[in-house]
């Protein structure tokens, strides 16, 4: 058997957090190490933020920098942001320390969308370091693109696809309701959206890979978000929704090629949303129509396809990979 | 754009026809040969065969060994026989050639599984000549095998998977109505059964391939297969089935960890078999319910993954691989 790959976490939030849980439970995995540079969480030892008795003897480290070339890393487990500037130099950090990196930023699924010099930047860099990096997730990374791309295999020709998530915020963490808007007025989740960080991410990313993935001449990627009102009255785990209120959005990616719509992805996250589920219709040769029952539960998910995808990321060639050039995840023991 | 990869269809069955028809559509492949050894095809232009007017300029060869050196296919597309003991030398010949092959034989799938002496043999030569090799399809190859594995991505741990598929066989071509038994007497069923090449073959590497995909330690593989009766008449476009009469079969794949059975592959193919579908049920965490609404078309869909894995095994380094360590197949255009 061959020795464990070695991790490091950098990124502590609800979904780096569960993906450490899942690196100490995988025999094919070491945890080296954790990084993140919230004061809340530095210097204390990561058994304490996993709610475990018995300590790892992993002490969390604020400065990712200087961490990681003394940790020595295989692989950097990283779910610090979204947005690819923001994270710029951490990963470069990592594939100067000769990571490889496996990236929750959901900008990472197709970086050259909105990004290109510095995917091109990033590309460069591991390729001098011997290194590769992806960005995946479940959505994007999955649920409304990868899968779709996938099912394409059993057809002759794609003319159009459309995906459908419905995802009941209220069986999700915190910080997705209220990246959705829920509890919010319409007023307060107009103006949050105005101001970015906000809603979905990766929309624009999901569309782009789905059109690169079956060959889609698309040209033009829009993106429409809408606030869900609450129809009655919703209590969460976290929170709660008054009727009236804003239970979460509606975010609509679309792919034109010219006029005509090619890709629709079509996703509700809301408080209450009725029969989640992640659907997948192809307009193709044969056609297909492809359902998760119940849909693909957003966070175990996300950081269980994190830590799956570490072995295919490591056997793959030095550079920037996307999921759909590099061995298809699978469960990691 | 890089020059089209230049593809020898190998084998000229329904299934082989429509991979070639196919590869004359897709502006990144070249068909440059056709071989068949039947000597009612070898001779004829290939257009006679796939009922086009226009010639296409190639004419049917009877002998691969000595056609495939001078044809110097960059793939060969392999549609001849479900058995790797009678396909051995064919596929040697093609790794002589140089040429990449992807192959619909069954056995292929998971060559070490029944194989593992030929596995060895045809793994040394590929990688001594630079070339690579896979085993694909439909079924085995993706609907109760692959799809799974790539399902566990968005699990933490799985103990058991269940895959159940639904064919209405009437809507398959006559080989593969013939192959199920449908039209036959319950004793000729047996006794066709008892033959060998008859059924759905590759079952057992069905199994096989998602207790390694999944890392479940399955150390007992078994199948059964039955005859199911027709309830009634049903004609076909080639044959009848009359009440009473074979109509098709059930087949199970089962695969035990000592005495618990953790992977199960529950395969009906016969005439007139309702609600068609490709379900799949991962007791795992989170659990997953997967369905194809209708099932995935079998004639159609396996001639296009066999020309959808072109691309992927062209990159993939040279030996033996499998549809898990290879890029996942996507529409080729």
């Not at 969480?41 to 304490?48: F, I, N, P, S």
């Not at 459309?162 to 307060?188: F, I, S």
């Not at 129809?231 to 975010?251: I, M, S, W």
């Not at 629709?264 to 997948?280: F, K, N, Q, T, W």
Request: glycine share 10%; hydrophobic share 45%.
């Amino acid at each position: 058997m061959p020795s464990p790959l070695r991790i490091v976490s950098f990124g502590l939030g609800p979904i780096g957090l569960a993906a450490a849980r899942l690196v100490l439970q995988k025999s094919s995995l070491q945890l080296v190490g954790a990084i993140d540079a919230d004061p809340g969480k530095a210097g204390r030892d990561l058994a304490e933020l996993l709610d475990r008795e018995a300590p790892t003897g992993l002490v969390v480290e604020a400065d990712g920098t200087g961490a990681l070339p003394r940790l020595r890393p295989d692989v950097v487990l990283h779910c610090t942001s979204s947005f690819l500037p923001a994270v710029r130099e951490q990963l470069l950090a990592a594939i100067q320390a000769g990571a490889d990196i496996v990236s929750s930023a959901e900008e990472l699924l197709a970086p050259e969308l909105q990004h290109p010099l510095l995917a091109a930047e990033l590309d460069e860099a591991a390729r001098k370091a011997g290194v590769s990096l992806l960005g995946t997730g479940v959505n994007p990374g999955f649920a409304m693109d990868f899968v779709a791309v996938v099912a394409s295999a059993v057809t002759a020709d794609v003319r159009a696809v459309k995906c459908t998530r419905v995802v009941d915020a209220a069986t999700r963490r915190l910080p997705l309701q209220k990246k959705v808007g829920a509890g919010l007025t319409k007023a307060e989740f107009q103006q949050q959206l105005a101001g970015g960080a906000f809603g979905h991410i990766g929309m624009r990313e999901s569309v782009a890979l789905v059109a690169r993935g079956l060959g889609l001449p698309v040209d033009r990627i829009e993106q429409t978000v809408e606030p869900v009102l609450a129809a009655e009255d919703h209590k969460t785990p976290f929170l709660f929704v008054k009727e009236g209120q804003v239970a979460g959005l509606r975010n609509h990616g679309l792919g034109f090629v010219g006029k005509q719509l090619v890709v629709h992805l079509d996703l509700s996250m809301y408080v209450g949303a009725p029969d989640p589920r992640d659907e997948i219709q192809l307009d193709a040769s044969p056609p297909l129509h492809l359902k998760f029952l119940g849909g693909i539960p957003g966070d175990e998910a996300t950081a269980a396809i994190l830590v799956n995808s570490v072995h295919g990321l490591a056997a793959a060639p030095p550079g920037l990979r996307s999921v759909l050039d590099v061995i298809p995840p699978r469960l990691c023991r």
